[in-house]
């Protein structure tokens, strides 16, 4: 039950927080956000990862289940676990979450009772997508998601928030549509009497899909895989879905960028590994070179955008683009280290990512600017806030002893050699000079930005930013570097969690 009540007591205190004063609001919001936390540390430090993968006949973690409802003929529950693949992302949604409180109270000085408690509420729907084990449960967290993000970027976001926030939600929400139908399709394929996603991957896996809708099963197989693979590509995002993403980050507050980049962007990949990758392993190794391509294109195009960019904040959410388009890659290689390696990047870009735009944002409390050309010299008057700013640049650029060098070294070493890839060489050199784009972009950047004399065409004093802006700071590069030197604190669960998926996979060739 530890789970039910992980999520119940966050949906309370995202109530509790509505309901307070506003000159309250931000510390409360802090201090009740450190129990998911802590509740989160204690599922991870008694985790046993031998065995825990969402798979056939395999055990989860923490797992209860209560019967809901019945729908044609299918029951739906109220079915919750955890695997080695889901809870590295509770940890990591419940540690974002305090630090993006914190970062929001500077810039956030209207309505903060709503936007703290929008903010637990975002985290509670979020904690049931990762520990959701039943489609119809889990579908109603991850639309539930929607709902905070889209008053969050609309209420509080910048000039062009209603765009932004109107965007964000017809591309997802039609997405989730597409998606919704292929997987209920490939559900009403097959002899199962629930939702639960355990059962009905048993079920694909032993060959039990039959016929629906007049298609033969290998055609409703690619179809539905087709149609679910579409949907989570919009939430990723990857190219050529990836057009809402710079909008929303734009227009959004930081805290709620950083939550977007750290978190949400992960329910577009971790779906498509339980969902696709998963419970269709065949139809995924048909299409390895199409998806592989299309991870390519990803990771460079994304960063070529990025090198254009002259605002910071879309600078950064470009990288994201570029970066996702590594975790696909190591999806489709379907080898221990690359899905492995693509589950780690999830959690080592949620943290590089929110350093990113929790740094940026500290620059804009101070100078009113995002614009590359609108500043210099930063480092001379914020040392500290542009100094761990750096520190997170060369995180993403791969720098060795962080997690981002980890991430990206396990995905290569996967993907180089993969079997079930044609061509997996190719692909693998073709991303890695992605690196070098990237290094490219994040040090002209830092170059006309941080360093050389002082110049800002705004007309603020800039100063040492304060303690409660930089604090966050530090915490998400210390964790970074412990990850980066120590990857093994989440990387073993992952693996033995990524194992059984890589075992169904088909050989090419």
Known sequence: MILEALIAFTFASALAVMLAPDEWA?????????????????????????????????????????????????SLSWYVGLDGISLPLVVLTTFLIPLAIVSAW?????????????????????????????FFLWFIFWEA?????????????????????????????????????????LVFGLPVESFSLPEITQALLAGELGSFAGLAPG??????????????????????????????????????SVMLAGVLLKMGTYALLRFNFTMLPEQASMLAIPIAI????????????????????????????????YVILGLVAFTEYGVGGATFQMIAHGLISGLMFMAVGVVYNATHTRMVDDMAGMADRMPVAVGILVAGAFGYMGLPL????????????????????????????????????????????????????????TDYEVGRAPLHDVAP??????????????????????RDAALPVVEEVPING
């Not at 802590?38 to 209560?66: K, M, P, R």
Request: overall charge neutral; hydrophobic content about 60%.
């Open 26 to 74: 931000g510390r409360l919001a802090f201090a009740l956000s450190l129990v998911p936390f802590v509740g989160s540390i204690y599922l991870w430090s008694q985790f046993d990862a031998v065995g825990n993968a969402l798979h056939a006949g395999s055990t989860i973690a923490f797992e209860s289940q209560f019967e809901w409802l019945e729908v044609g003929g299918r």
């Open 106 to 134: 500077t810039p956030i000085d209207e309505r903060q009772s709503q936007f703290y408690g929008l903010m637990l509420f975002m985290e509670a729907n979020l904690l049931g997508v990762f520990t959701a084990l039943d």
């Open 145 to 185: 998601v929607l709902v905070p993000m889209y008053f969050l970027i609309g209420v509080w976001g910048g000039p062009r928030r209603k765009y932004a926030a109107i965007k964000f939600f017809v591309y997802t929400n039609a997405a989730s549509l597409v998606m919704f139908i292929g997987f209920m399709a």
């Open 219 to 256: 055609t409703l197989a690619m179809a539905a895989f087709l149609a679910m693979f579409a949907g989570f590509a919009v939430k990723v995002p990857i190219v050529p879905f990836h057009t809402w993403l710079p909008d929303a980050h734009v227009e959004a507050p930081t805290p709620v």
């Open 294 to 325: 299309i991870a390519v294109i990803s990771v460079i195009y994304g960063a070529m955008l990025a090198l254009a960019q002259k605002d910071l904040k879309r600078i950064v959410a470009y990288s994201s683009v570029s970066s996702m388009g």
């Open 402 to 457: 962080m997690a981002g060098f980890a991430g990206e070294f396990f995905i290569f070493v996967g993907a180089f050699g993969a079997p079930a890839l044609p061509y997996a060489p190719v692909f693998t050199a073709l991303a890695m000079f992605g690196i070098v784009i990237v290094a490219g972009y994040l040090l002209l950047a830092m170059q006309k930005t941080l360093f050389g004399p002082y110049r800002l065409e």
């Open 473 to 494: 700071l530090a915490v998400l590069l210390a964790a970074i570097i412990v990850l980066g030197v120590a990857p093994d604190l989440f990387f073993e669960m992952i």
